[in-house]
């Protein structure tokens, strides 16, 4: 209209962004950054700013923005075949299975979906049918872990352990229970790090016992608890929870889908920790986000136990009409290939250890708590007091990403030590982020920080 014809055509967006557009998650946003392209490790809004993308949108773009080879192989695939089922095969699909049991170092099979959640619902899925064919059909419970989060979806928001994504939503998928997790700063059991005797792997064992093994179906954990705040647990937590699960015949479901593709530092999160999981769910970092994709691989084992079953009745009834969609399966294919030509898997841990020495300075803030870093992911607690330990009020956490976003650095926060807010603030850069990129980013935390403290 004439009244319109002399804005800015963000203008524009931004109006029609209001009146047809609802956000994800809360609070309702009005006022959303209208993002216009991406080139490496930066993005640049329709106004023309520029943002390092420190969180890499959802821990996802990992091998950067921008990426020509990407592009070029899903032209080329979609103009050759752009669609087949999964009852079916195809080359993309078949090859990228290869390839996830290469870097898996495992035996496994691969059952490709679109999304994270969807993932691990196959793998609860698998998990309930393979015991009920294989002569436990009473475990049907999953163990995981408060501030846990494992998708949105009603079995995988069950999985999910805080409260304020579930509570208006009820009743989810049942037989979820939540046990405390490894968070050693501020430890469930009242414990000091590197000195207890892993009361938080222990309370997966009481809970199998006192639910009854024979109701248990399996344990799903990540590696590093990541939306929940970047938990890491202690080195043998991991192994620990493996072996207890052996105990009772309770199968372990990793999910991998943040920590997975590289960005723990490993090629996998639990490769770190020298445990073999019964089923491993991956999805963000398998496509670097260019395609929705992603896959829960099954041990060689428990596919063996459904496919030697004579039931007519014995295969995995689940069936979707994206998953493994060719196109995805070769942007993921061509990620994969730049995540190992460009030797990003060791970038990530690279990228981690410079933010270890570079952010030194922060641990003397009197706001920050601590700084957990898994590969190239970080998160830096945010406190009242480092005494007391009071997570950050809402106020000063918004403050400090304001500050960030002001100075072109993205950053995100999770983890809601009180429920209800995030005083964990968040970083998971590409992994292509360059020496510079990585500089910019300690930079302006340390800019931030300082000049935060000078204001009160
Ligand atoms: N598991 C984990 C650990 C996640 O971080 C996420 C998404 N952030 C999911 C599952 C769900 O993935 P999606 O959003 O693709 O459904």
Redesign the pocket.
């Known amino acids: 209209s004439g009244e319109t014809s002399d804005l800015p055509f963000w203008d524009e967006l931004l109006e029609k962004d209001r009146k047809y557009v609802w956000h994800h998650m809360s609070p309702h946003n009005e006022n959303p950054m209208i993002v216009a392209s991406g080139e490496g490790s930066w993005v640049t809004d329709v106004a023309g700013n520029r943002y390092l993308d420190g969180m890499s949108g959802?821990?996802c773009v990992n091998v950067g923005h921008g990426r020509k080879e990407i592009a070029e192989a899903a032209a080329e695939q979609m103009m050759k075949l752009a669609y087949s089922t999964m009852v079916q095969s195809h080359s993309p699909a078949i090859e990228l299975a290869a390839k996830i049991n290469e870097w898996l170092d495992g035996d496994y099979r691969i059952f490709f979906s679109n999304?994270?959640?969807?993932a691990?619902e196959v793998a609860f899925k698998i998990a309930r049918q393979y015991h009920h064919q294989n002569g436990k059909p009473t475990k049907h419970k999953f163990i995981s872990r408060h501030r846990a989060?494992?998708?949105?979806s009603m079995g995988?928001l069950g999985a999910t352990g805080q409260a304020q994504r579930k509570l208006k939503y009820e009743p989810l998928g049942v037989g979820f229970q939540h046990v405390p997790p490894p968070y050693c700063y501020r430890c469930p059991f009242g414990q000091t790090q590197g000195n207890c005797s892993l009361q938080c792997a222990k309370a997966i064992e009481d809970t199998i016992v006192w639910e009854g093994a024979d109701s248990v179906a399996g344990v799903i954990m990540?590696p590093v608890i990541?939306?929940g705040g970047m938990i890491v647990p202690p080195d043998e937590y991991l192994q620990t929870v493996r072996r207890i699960c052996d105990k009772y015949e309770v199968l372990l479901i990793v999910?991998e889908?943040?920590c997975g593709f590289g960005r723990s530092g490993e090629k996998f999160g639990h490769l770190n920790y020298g445990v073999r999981p019964d089923i491993v769910t991956m999805?963000?970092g398998m496509t670097s986000a260019y395609s929705p994709l992603?896959a829960t691989a099954v041990s060689a084992e428990l596919y063996e136990s459904f496919r030697n079953n004579q039931e007519p009745t014995s295969h995995l009834r689940h069936i979707n009409t994206f998953g493994g969609n060719p196109v995805s399966c070769v942007v993921a294919l061509k990620n994969i290939e730049i995540l190992e030509s460009e030797n990003l898997v060791a970038r990530s841990a690279a990228i981690g250890n410079a933010f270890k020495d570079g952010l030194k300075p922060l641990l003397s803030h009197p706001h920050v708590g601590e700084i957990r870093i898994f590969g190239s992911a970080m998160g830096i607690e945010l406190v009242e007091d480092v005494k007391t330990k009071q997570p950050a009020m809402a106020e000063r956490v918004v403050k400090i990403i304001a500050a960030c976003k002001q100075k072109g650095l993205l950053v995100g926060k999770n983890g809601d030590t009180v429920p209800g807010y995030a005083n964990i603030l968040t970083l998971s850069p590409p992994f292509s982020s360059t020496d510079e990129d990585i500089r910019f980013i300690v930079d302006t935390l340390l800019a931030v920080f300082d000049v935060n403290e000078e204001k009160g």
């Open positions: 959802l821990w999304s994270g959640s969807d691990n989060y494992h998708g949105n995988a990540e990541t939306g999910d889908v943040i999805a963000k992603s």
